[in-house]
């Protein structure tokens, strides 16, 4: 089975870049556990293969992280829904996580 993690180091460079491009906004999303075992459920039953995310803003100014189910082709299968499961981060954060308290650099 493939693994797509990756190192603290990494997820820290990652982080920092967002940072530089987007500023402070959104940190990270949380995406409860249930939420993710009933999208993956939905998503089989209905044929899908994976999930795509997308970004948006309400009209509030809340960040959004958007799950699509997407076809074997790599199609959006929008007519199966669009998940809303994510609560933004500041709000629903780890404050002591070093992912949160990165300090952008310039490097």
Do not use: H
Not at 5 to 13: D, N, W
Not at 95 to 104: A, D, G, R, V
Request: aromatic share 10%; with cysteine.
């Amino acid at each position: 089975m493939a693994t797509n993690k990756i190192t603290l180091e990494t997820a820290q460079e990652w982080a920092n870049n967002w940072r530089k491009k987007q500023g402070d906004n959104v940190k990270a999303f949380l995406i409860p556990r249930q939420d993710i075992i009933d999208l993956y459920n939905n998503i089989i039953e209905d044929g899908g293969d994976d999930v795509r995310g997308y970004l948006g803003i309400k009209n509030d100014g809340e960040f959004k992280l958007m799950l699509v189910p997407v076809s074997k082709d790599g199609t959006d299968m929008v007519d199966l829904g669009i998940y809303d499961l994510s609560k933004p981060c500041p709000d629903f954060c780890d404050f002591t996580s070093p992912l949160y308290t990165l300090k952008p650099t310039n490097g």
